[in-house]
């Protein structure tokens, strides 16, 4: 039977994706992509050419059939989201769970992620971190949430899209404006950049510009101890 790969690609530098990756998706047969027409710019980068399948979050469980029927045939597949680590706020989680499920062997290919970049230019992400993703763009929800994970003190990762970051910092704000936060904007693009500070002082930096625009990573540091 056929093996289905999980592989990691760039978060944006397409300099970053691994050599088992690039080894992967030239030998498998089929590449399944949450996206074919943004996965279509890496693989043409480094010339591989294979047969594209749309793999996203609305279509994920129908698609995981087809590529069980792929894998039956003896062929191995690949599986890349439009960035980073599938499954981490990224498609990928129902597809391996029905692979699985059909008996067929899944592997890990791992390389870059937003949430391990974030934390490995922190320096005092604290011993324990949680991983939230992206939070709901109802505002109701997002305060709750907020608050939620303020409460436990550790802390905790974010991804954020241009047009909601400012309301997530101005929330935390409202809840503790002193908390520590870590912005990474681009990261590992042409215009990456961070931002750190206490929220309110981020949060003021955000404000001052004419547009915000990029995409975020967001780490809360934990609660500094008396």
């Known amino acids: 039977?056929?093996?289905?790969?999980?592989?990691?690609?760039?978060?944006?530098?397409?300099?970053?994706?691994?050599?088992?990756?690039?080894?992967?998706?030239?030998?498998?047969?089929?590449?399944?992509?949450?996206?074919t027409r943004h996965s279509v710019k890496l693989l043409n980068h480094y010339e591989i050419r294979k047969p594209l399948i749309s793999c996203r979050s609305q279509n994920e469980a129908y698609v995981a059939v087809k590529i069980a029927e792929i894998l039956s045939s003896g062929q191995d597949v690949a599986y890349v989201s439009d960035a980073g680590t599938p499954g981490l706020s990224d498609p990928g989680n129902k597809l391996v769970q029905i692979i699985r499920t059909e008996g067929f062997e899944v592997i890990p290919i791992p390389g870059v992620s937003a949430f391990g970049a974030i934390i490995s230019v922190a320096g005092n992400s604290g011993k324990s971190v949680t991983?939230?993703?992206?939070?709901?763009?109802?505002?109701?929800?997002?305060?709750k949430r907020v608050k939620e994970l303020l409460a436990r003190e550790d802390s905790f990762v974010l991804y954020?899209?241009?047009?909601?970051?400012?309301?997530?910092?101005?929330?935390?704000?409202?809840?503790?404006?002193?908390?520590?936060?870590?912005?990474?904007?681009?990261?590992?693009?042409?215009?990456?950049?961070?931002?750190?500070?206490?929220?309110?002082?981020?949060?003021?930096?955000?404000?001052?510009?004419?547009?915000?625009?990029?995409?975020?990573?967001?780490?809360?540091?934990e609660r500094k101890k008396s």
């Open 131 to 143: 991983f939230d993703g992206f939070l709901s763009p109802k505002p109701g929800k997002r305060r």
């Open 1 to 35: 039977m056929g093996k289905l790969y999980i592989v990691a690609t760039p978060i944006g530098n397409l300099g970053d994706i691994t050599f088992r990756a690039l080894e992967i998706l030239k030998s498998v047969d089929t590449i399944a992509c949450e996206d």
């Open 160 to 221: 954020e899209s241009p047009f909601r970051i400012v309301k997530l910092v101005k929330d935390i704000v409202e809840a503790e404006p002193d908390r520590i936060l870590l912005i990474g904007r681009e990261m590992t693009k042409i215009y990456e950049e961070f931002i750190e500070g206490p929220a309110q002082e981020v949060l003021e930096i955000l404000k001052g510009r004419e547009k915000v625009k990029g995409e975020f990573s967001l780490l809360v540091y």
